[in-house]
Structure formats: structure tokens, C-alpha cells
């Protein structure tokens, strides 16, 4: 298995409920990021979350980190269709000054109208 | 200031053939990464480099694959001799120093 490994694998809610994903970790990390794809499009970064902290907002994103569990979990609230999109974790672990990351095989979310 | 490009956006090549893909990282970074992502899964780290330099290619196939990244111009990720096995999104990722990385629109291999 490898690192950063998101659960589930496809969620499908009604639009304006929360969505929830959970991400696995097992090395140490220097942070964790979550990352959102379109069908066919790169990747968007959406968050940061640094090993010294355990929970960061960002508009409707709530990303939670617990290093002692090694999981993280990003926190969707009052979704929009536009929010359907496959999302991926990483992690970030410092070689020779820079960040190497790690990610998951993501979750692939569904919002129905 | 423009974000990361690629090009292609789209890449066919027959079984033997050499694809050259290319990244221009934004403006004022110079770390450089590739990543591929095979269908329905994540990316996979294949290469770091800055300017001149390969940092760390612990991902890449030790054989047909190459990537480099001039003082000037572009970085290149060649693949030589392409197979089957090759077709995959290529996406290449800038940042400055440890600071958060961001991602090109990516370039779509196919190997017929």
C-alpha cells in the first residue's frame, strides 16, 4: 500500500450537504496538502495543512490533521455541483530543500443537482 | 504572471517513436517536478531538478526516460523508444524553494 491513501474511494451527495474525505498517511511528513482535478484538467491546489498544526479553514474548506494517527480529513460544507471533482492528498516530505509529494489515489466526488 | 505551461496538451505517438514534453515553470521558480498519473489513479513522483540540475529522479524509469532543465528555456521530459505502458498524463509542477507546488494543465501521452 502506499502513502496517502484517501477514503472512500467515490462519494456521492446532495447538493448542499457536507462532504468528507480521509487521508492515510504512514512515513513522517513536513505537511500535507490536498489538491482538487477536474475530469481531464491539472491539478488545483486547495490547502496546506503543516505537521505543527492540527485544523486550517479556508472558505468553505476545513482540512484536520492528527500526526499521532497519521490521517488527515478535508471537510466540504454546504457543497455546490461545481465542487464535483476528484480529490487527491499529498504529502510532503523535505529532500535536498525541497518538497517531495506523495499522493494518494484520491476520492472522487460526486455533487447531484 | 502566467502559471505553469505545457505543451503539448496532446501527444500521439506510434510504439518506438520519442515524445518530448515540455514545462515552463512560473515566473521566479526554479524547482521543477514530474509527476504521471495513469488512469483512475494518482500522480506519481518521477523527477526533481532546478536549474541545470537533477535533484532527485528516484521515480524515473532508470531506462527510455530523461529529463532535464537548462539554465534557458524550458524543462524537457523525453521518452524514448515509447511503449504501450507509456500512455499516461504527464504533469509538471513549479514552486519556489519548499513553498507550495503548482501544477501545469498536464500533457496527455498517447502510445498507439
Known amino acids: 500500500s502506499q502513502q496517502g491513501e484517501e477514503d472512500p474511494q467515490a462519494l456521492s451527495i446532495q447538493e448542499g450537504e457536507n462532504a468528507t474525505m480521509n487521508c492515510s498517511y504512514k512515513t513522517s511528513i513536513n505537511n500535507l496538502q490536498w489538491y482538487r482535478q477536474n475530469s481531464g484538467r491539472g491539478l488545483v491546489h486547495l490547502i496546506l495543512i503543516r505537521s505543527n498544526e492540527r485544523e486550517k479553514h479556508s472558505g468553505r474548506l476545513r482540512v484536520t490533521l492528527d500526526t499521532s494517527k497519521k490521517s488527515s480529513s478535508l471537510l466540504i460544507t454546504a457543497s455546490r455541483a461545481a465542487d464535483t471533482a476528484s480529490y487527491f492528498c499529498?504529502?510532503?516530505?523535505?529532500?535536498?530543500?525541497?518538497?517531495?509529494?506523495?499522493f494518494g489515489q484520491g476520492t472522487r466526488l460526486t455533487i447531484n443537482p | 504572471n502566467a502559471g505553469v505551461m505545457q505543451n503539448p496538451r496532446h501527444l500521439v505517438r506510434r510504439r518506438g517513436q520519442e515524445a518530448r514534453l515540455r514545462c515552463s515553470p512560473m515566473k521566479g521558480h526554479s524547482h521543477v517536478y514530474w509527476y504521471r498519473q495513469l488512469p483512475e489513479e494518482g500522480l506519481k513522483f518521477m523527477v526533481y531538478?532546478?536549474?541545470?540540475?537533477?535533484?532527485?529522479e528516484s521515480g524515473m524509469p532508470k531506462e527510455r526516460f530523461s529529463a532535464e532543465f537548462p539554465k534557458e528555456g524550458p524543462s524537457i521530459l523525453r521518452i524514448q523508444q515509447v511503449v504501450r505502458g507509456d500512455s499516461a498524463a504527464y504533469f509538471c509542477?513549479?514552486?519556489?524553494?519548499?513553498?507550495?507546488?503548482?501544477f501545469g494543465p498536464g500533457t496527455r501521452l498517447t502510445v498507439l
Open positions: 509542477a513549479s514552486s519556489v524553494w519548499t513553498d507550495t507546488q503548482y
Open positions: 531538478l532546478q536549474k541545470e540540475n537533477i535533484i532527485d
Open positions: 499529498a504529502t510532503a516530505s523535505l529532500i535536498q530543500g525541497a518538497q517531495k509529494l506523495v
